[in-house]
């Protein structure tokens, strides 16, 4: 772990050198990769790396870096911290997470663009215990999960269709198997998300995830699922900006009542 802490801030500091184009607004060249957290049927064109930077509740810092490896065929790698940003030692992630994403479908006048992938990289804290998210014990011992505050997507399906209205207005959909299955969590997931573009610089996205596989008593959704919604900026060529608020139906067990905050960088440049 310990080549990962420092590999990773270098490969932030090339790719903030050198920008391509950003995906925000009607005038985006790139297609986007995630809503909020849903992943698209968006996949990084042939020769292209993408460094997505995420600043959540809890200190949480998360890099994320991809490759469009081939044409319509994306790999990439991400890794983080909880307590990144605060007091004490940030509480490094046990193992980085991978992702890939291969289109098998390209988008027509008729039909959408259809992809599949998997994406093992979770969003905010990550839990060992049941204990450590709820407070309660279970029996004469704790309750392992094994999981981060909002699941990783595990292995998907996505589809995605773009419509000129007002500019653009893309749909999306995604079908999920998480592998994060120790709370006894293992059904099939779906989530449906959109796009507009307002203008040429900036998108407004929304999300619902359905969290069929975050809903029982031992989970940490309380079964209303995730609703987040937030805005892109593309502030120049391969520098996006994002602002989201996060789970607007207080579904999460901890902290509940009040929506997250997170903050989104993205670059994306060239390479071959």
């Keep these: 772990m310990k ?21 925000a607004g009607a005038d985006a060249k790139l297609e986007n990769q995630f809503i909020v957290d849903m992943p698209t ?27 469009g490896v081939f044409d319509n ?12 940003i605060g007091v004490g030692s940030p509480k490094w992630y046990k193992l980085p997470g991978v992702d890939i994403k291969v289109k098998i479908i390209e988008e027509t006048d008729a039909t959408p663009a ?49 419509f000129q209205f007002l500019g653009y207005l893309s ?24 796009e507009k573009t307002i203008g040429s610089k900036i998108s407004v996205v929304a999300e619902y995830d359905f969290a069929i596989n975050d809903n029982s ?13 937030g805005v892109r900026w593309s502030l120049g060529d391969g520098f996006t900006l994002g602002f989201d608020l996060r789970d607007l139906l207080s579904n999460k067990k901890l902290n509940p009542g009040s929506a997250d905050r997170a903050i989104k960088v993205e670059f994306i440049k060239p390479i071959f």
């Design 3 to 23: 080549i990962l802490k420092i590999i990773f801030p270098i490969i932030l500091l090339l790719t903030v050198c050198s920008f391509a184009q950003g995906t």
């Design 114 to 162: 259809i992809a599949l992938g998997f994406d093992s990289q979770g969003k905010g804290q990550f839990f060992t215990k049941y204990s450590e998210f709820s407070g309660t014990f279970l029996g004469t011992s704790d309750f392992e999960v094994n999981r981060f505050k909002i699941k990783s997507p595990g292995f998907f399906a996505s589809a995605s269709k773009n």
């Design 41 to 67: 049927a968006g996949v990084l064109k042939k020769g292209n790396v993408g460094t997505n930077i995420y600043l959540m509740p809890d200190g949480v810092l998360i890099s994320r870096l991809e490759v």
């Design 217 to 229: 008593k031992k989970s940490l959704g309380d079964g209303n699922g995730y609703l987040n919604a």
């Design 73 to 84: 065929f994306s790999f990439g790698i991400s890794y983080g911290a909880a307590n990144f």
């Design 171 to 194: 749909l999306h959909g995604c079908m999920n198997y998480s592998l994060e299955t120790d709370d006894q969590e293992k059904d099939l997931n779906f989530i449906i998300g959109a």
